[in-house]
């Protein structure tokens, strides 16, 4: 596909170029978009916006005067089909998820409490961890609706989801470079205002941090999220072999890696490479002279939210266990 095909908006004030992009035509379904638009009353002036673009030649309502660029520039209207190919199913639920993303942007004009939008946003990391499918979907639809979005108010909304996403699970190999590219532009976009940039600047470290430790076991929880709406961050625990504790600050991305390091900062240890953390199980049994306590080594690359949700789950379904995090030599 050529640039006239691909990048027909490059050179609309405030779109970023999205180089990037040409590999990856065969995995949208520009056509069907289009076609689901049309069906639905949806005319090309609908689509294309508030955006001024000159028309090519021939039928200005052919699929053609509307490219795949297009498609992926800012819209307050509903989609009727998904961005990328998929299942019927999965098409269907990309629907949903973007009137989630409206939704969370004010775009429908209902207002917005905090535990509302903290269950959109578990519903939209809910659909991406559970059906990987979609979440090259949903990392495109944040795309969309960051890029030549005239409001500041809705255009900061879906960087905070924007932000959460990177931060819970990275896109596809095939789309990583794409998301990468766009996301590192933002950051370093002079012309955007300074909020919208931090938020892009941590969007971009969520998703390195992402990219090299994989995605989330578990769905972040209602207090995670809430913790990262508000810029602050959670604490736990961390034990060490003399049953002496420190409080460790965590976010939803903290590895055990990251975590080591923090927890040797906390004590002063500047020699911590043969450190590391281990989930401790401590039996909770009435007879104190059968207790053994197991001590269970935590990958580097592990999540320190994921274990601690799945410590939860582990007490709750055995209940049996205490479980804690315990800071200690490795054995070798």
């Not at 009353?41 to 916006?49: P, Q, Y």
């Not at 990392?139 to 990177?166: C, D, H, V």
């Not at 789309?175 to 370093?188: K, Q």
């Amino acid at each position: 596909a050529d640039a006239s095909e691909i990048g027909s908006s490059v050179g609309v004030p405030d779109v970023p170029r999205l180089d990037a992009l040409h590999g990856l035509r065969d995995q949208f379904q520009l056509d069907a978009f289009v076609k689901a638009a049309q069906k639905g009353g949806k005319g090309l002036a609908s689509l294309l916006g508030l955006r001024k673009k000159k028309q090519p030649e021939g039928d200005p309502g052919s699929p053609s005067a509307f490219s795949l660029d297009d498609m992926l520039i800012f819209s307050a209207e509903p989609i009727l089909t998904s961005l990328l190919r998929m299942s019927g199913d999965h098409t269907s639920r990309a629907v949903k998820m973007f009137a989630g993303i409206l939704k969370y942007q004010g775009e429908s004009g209902e207002p917005l409490d905090e535990p509302m939008r903290i269950e959109i946003a578990q519903k939209l990391l809910h659909q991406g961890l559970k059906r990987p499918e979609l979440k090259d979907e949903l990392y495109m639809q944040l795309l969309k609706q960051t890029r030549g979005n005239p409001s500041p108010a809705s255009k900061l909304k879906a960087w905070e989801l924007f932000n959460l996403t990177a931060a819970t699970m990275p896109p596809s190999k095939d789309f990583l470079g794409l998301v990468s590219e766009y996301i590192h532009g933002a950051a370093h976009d002079e012309s955007e205002q300074p909020p919208l940039r931090q938020l892009a600047t941590r969007t971009w470290h969520s998703l390195k941090r992402s990219a090299k430790s994989g995605p989330r076991r578990t769905l972040p929880s209602v207090e995670e999220l809430d913790a990262m709406f508000k810029g602050q961050r959670l604490f736990t625990q961390i034990f060490f072999l003399d049953e002496t504790f420190e409080e460790m600050p965590f976010d939803l991305t903290t590895s055990v890696l990251e975590a080591v390091e923090l927890v040797a900062g906390l004590i002063g240890l500047q020699n911590y490479n043969t450190f590391t953390m281990f989930e401790s199980r401590v039996p909770i049994s009435s007879d104190e002279g059968l207790q053994e306590v197991e001590h269970v080594l935590m990958d580097d690359n592990r999540y320190i939210a994921d274990i601690l949700c799945e410590a939860k789950s582990l007490r709750a379904s055995k209940e049996g266990y205490q479980s804690r995090l315990l800071f200690k030599k490795r054995m070798f």
